[in-house]
Structures are given as structure tokens and as C-alpha cells.
T-cell receptor, first 117, second 113 residues
Framework: GAGVSQSPSNKVTEKGKDVELRCDPISGHTALYWYRQSLGQGLEFLIYFQGNSAPDKSGLPSDRFSAERTGGSVSTLTIQRTQQEDSAVYLC???????????????FGPGTRLTVT | AQSVTQPDIHITVSEGASLELRCNYSYGATPYLFWYVQSPGQGLQLLLKYFSGDTLVQGIKGFEAEFKRSQSSFNLRKPSVHWSDAAEYFCAVGISGNTPLVFGKGTRLSVIA
């Protein structure tokens, strides 16, 4: 079936602008994760959703970052007043964590490369 | 909090040679352990995972990894490397099935003829 998809694949924005990054998880996956991959920092966890609620937001670097998930499916990561240090690849992953046949494997999307100029 | 160390930033091996990528973790109990591979411009693909049971796990593309509790290690191995294995490899740990993963910094593998 279809994997995790993310859009846009690339985004170039000016410093101070707001951006929205979208993630479509694998159908039926209950958990959704956002990570950020930047040079020198590796992969950093940002936020985790179980259904539509976010039990763990501990990785969001500042209050300029927010995320929501609707219908237990699509998630949007919003960065307000972007800064150059926000430039990175933003990765989304989903997993099926509950119920029969649950799997703890996180399946990753291709990422959105964000460049703030 | 748990942490993951991949001591080797970059490794170069000859095609056909064997490979071992090191991974050490810090956590008080047995974590969930994963190896992912990332090719240039691509997302992460799961190679293999360990949750419990047999400490030697087999994955895709001919990779295997061995969990050694006494050494807090989960090293990735492949007996014969192919040029297509050139990529970045990430070790990751989770403390339960539905928690975010903590990743190592990655090891970049180059394969030469």
C-alpha cells in the first residue's frame, strides 16, 4: 500500500515568514511522529501524536513550532516567524501501535527540506 | 534518558568485504532497538529491529545485528558489502512500543571498488 507521504518536498522561505508542512501517514496507523534532521544535530524528535492528541511535545524547540493532527490522519507542522536555524529536513513517521497485529516499527516519509533565507 | 552512540562517523569498505557498524546505547532496561538506512535524498528505511527473544536478528538486504546486553550494544553486520549499500546508517532506541525514537548521529558508509 501507500507509504507515508509529505508535502512539499522542498520549501524555500524568507526569514520571518510562516510555513506549513504536511504529513499523510499510512492509512490506519494510530501514531504519528515528527523529527528534524539537520547537519551536525542528527535526527531530533519534535512531537508525537496518538490519534489526535499529542502526549509528548517535548521536542518542539520553541513556541514558534506547533503541530496538529485531524481525523486521526493528516498532520500539519507549522513554524511561525521562521529563522535560519530552522533550515533542516523535517521527517514524519507513522506506526501502528495498538491492537492485534500492532507493530512498533516507524515508517518514515521522504521528508520536507526547508530552507530559510 | 536514553542515548545512542555510533562511534564511527564515516567508514569506507571495499566491495565484497565484510562490514560491522557499531552502536551502543544507554538505558536502564532492555530497549527496543532499530537500524535504519538512509540513501541520499531519501527517507529512512527500516533494516531490522530487536524487541526480545533471539539476540541475533536478521533484516533486509542481507544485514543482521546482534544484541549484547552485557555490552549495551547492537552492532550491524553484513558479510559482503555491495556498492549499493553506500548510505547513511542510523541506530535508534525506544523505551516502549509507542514512544519516540532516540537516534544516533549516524555512520556514513562509502563503498569502493
Amino acid at each position: 500500500g501507500a507509504g507515508v507521504s509529505q508535502s512539499p518536498s522542498n520549501k524555500v522561505t524568507e526569514k520571518g515568514k510562516d510555513v506549513e508542512l504536511r504529513c499523510d501517514p499510512i492509512s490506519g496507523h494510530t501514531a504519528l511522529y515528527w523529527y528534524r534532521q539537520s547537519l551536525g544535530q542528527g535526527l531530533e524528535f519534535l512531537i508525537y501524536f496518538q490519534g489526535n492528541s499529542a502526549p509528548d511535545k517535548s521536542g518542539l524547540p520553541s513556541d514558534r513550532f506547533s503541530a496538529e493532527r485531524t481525523g486521526g490522519s493528516v498532520s500539519t507542522l507549522t513554524i511561525q516567524r521562521t529563522q535560519q536555524e530552522d533550515s533542516a529536513v523535517y521527517l514524519c513517521a507513522s506506526s501502528l501501535n495498538y491492537g492485534q497485529g500492532s507493530s512498533y516499527e516507524q515508517y518514515f516519509g521522504p521528508g520536507t527540506r526547508l530552507t530559510v533565507t | 534518558a536514553q542515548s545512542v552512540t555510533q562511534p564511527d562517523i564515516h567508514i569506507t569498505v571495499s566491495e565484497g568485504a565484510s562490514l560491522e557498524l557499531r552502536c551502543n546505547y544507554s538505558y536502564g532496561a532492555t530497549p527496543y532497538l532499530f537500524w535504519y538506512v538512509q540513501s541520499p535524498g531519501q527517507g529512512l528505511q527500516l533494516l531490522l529491529k530487536y524487541f526480545s527473544g533471539d539476540t541475533l536478528v536478521q533484516g533486509i538486504k542481507g544485514f543482521e545485528a546482534e544484541f549484547k546486553r552485557s555490552q549495551s550494544s547492537f552492532n550491524l553486520r553484513k558479510p559482503s558489502v555491495h556498492w549499493s549499500d553506500a548510505a547513511e546508517y542510523f541506530c535508534a532506541v525506544g523505551i516502549s512500543g509507542n514512544t519516540p525514537l532516540v537516534f544516533g548521529k549516524g555512520t556514513r558508509l562509502s563503498v569502493i571498488a
